[in-house]
C-alpha cells in the first residue's frame, strides 16, 4: 500500500471519529434542550423553589454554584500558579521536583468524593467550618489544584529559555524575569487550565454533598458560612426524590439545561480573556 492510500484512509478514519464525537456531543445537547427547554422562563431562573422542589424556580441554586466555582478559583489558582512557577522555575530538575509531579499526578487521579470525605474531615469537623461556602470551596480548590499546576507548568515550559536568558543578560532579576517576560507570554495558556478546572468544578457533586449542598434552601447565603443549594446536587435531588419523580423530572432537564448554560458561558468569558491576553502580549 503506498504512502499516499496510507495517508487518505487515516485521513478519513479521523474525520470519522472526530464526526462521531462530535455528534455525540450535539445529540446530548440536543436532548437536554429538548427536555428543560419548556420549564426555562424568567420565574424559573430568578425565584426560589416551592412545594419541596416540585415548583418555583432555581435561582439559590444558581447562586449558590457561582459562589462555589469563584470560591474555589480563589483558592486554587494563585496557589496553582505559584506552585508551578516554583517547580518549573527554581526547583530545578532533581528528585523532589520528579516527586511533586508524581504526587500531583496521583492526586489528580482520586476520586472526587474521597476529596468530599477529606474536606469534611478536615474543613467541615477539624476546623469547625462546618457545612458551608467556605469548606465547599477549599474542598473543590484542592480538588482542581492538580489540573491548574501541571497545565501552568506545560505553558511555563513553552516560553523559549532564549527570553529568560536575555532578560537576565539585560540585568532583570529572577524574579522580574518572571514577572516581566515569563509570565505574561504564558498567561494566555495559563487560562486553558482555569476554564478546564471551572467547567469541572461547576459540575462536581460529590465533593458539596460533603460539605455545603442542602436538600432544600430557598434562599440566599449571607457569608462563606453559610449552606447553600448548588445546581448538580439540585439536579441529583429532583431527579431520584420526591412523592412525584415523573413530574419533576422537566425541572431536573431545566436544571440541567441551565448549568450547561453557565458552564458554557464561563468558558465563553475564560476563552474571551485568552484571546484578549494572547493579542495583549504580540503586541507588546
Sequence with gaps: ?????????????????????????FWILGFIIYKGISVISWDFLTTAPTDGMMSGGIFPAIVGTLCLVIGSIIFAFPL???????TNEYAGNGWIVKFIRVMTNNLSGIPSI??????????VNTLGFGDSI?????????????????????????????????????GASKLQTIRK??????????????????????GETAPILFTVAAYFLPKLPNSIFDQVMALPYHLYVVATSGT???ASRPIAYGTALVLIAIVLLINLLATFLRRYFGKKVKTN
Design 1 to 25: 500500500m503506498s504512502r499516499k492510500v496510507s495517508q487518505h484512509i487515516a485521513f478519513i478514519t479521523f474525520r470519522l471519529l472526530g464526526s462521531l464525537v462530535v455528534g455525540i456531543l
Design 80 to 86: 496553582g500558579v505559584m506552585s508551578a512557577i516554583y
Design 114 to 123: 474521597v476529596f468530599g470525605l477529606f474536606g469534611m474531615a478536615l474543613f
Design 134 to 170: 467556605l469548606a465547599a470551596s477549599l474542598t473543590l480548590g484542592l480538588l482542581i489544584l492538580p489540573l491548574v499546576i501541571r497545565t501552568t507548568e506545560e505553558a511555563l515550559k513553552a516560553i523559549p529559555n532564549s527570553f529568560r536568558t536575555g532578560s537576565l543578560a539585560l
Design 181 to 202: 517576560v515569563v509570565l505574561p507570554m504564558a498567561f494566555p495558556n495559563i487560562i486553558t487550565g482555569l476554564i478546564l478546572s471551572l467547567g469541572r468544578v461547576s
Design 244 to 246: 412525584d419523580v415523573g
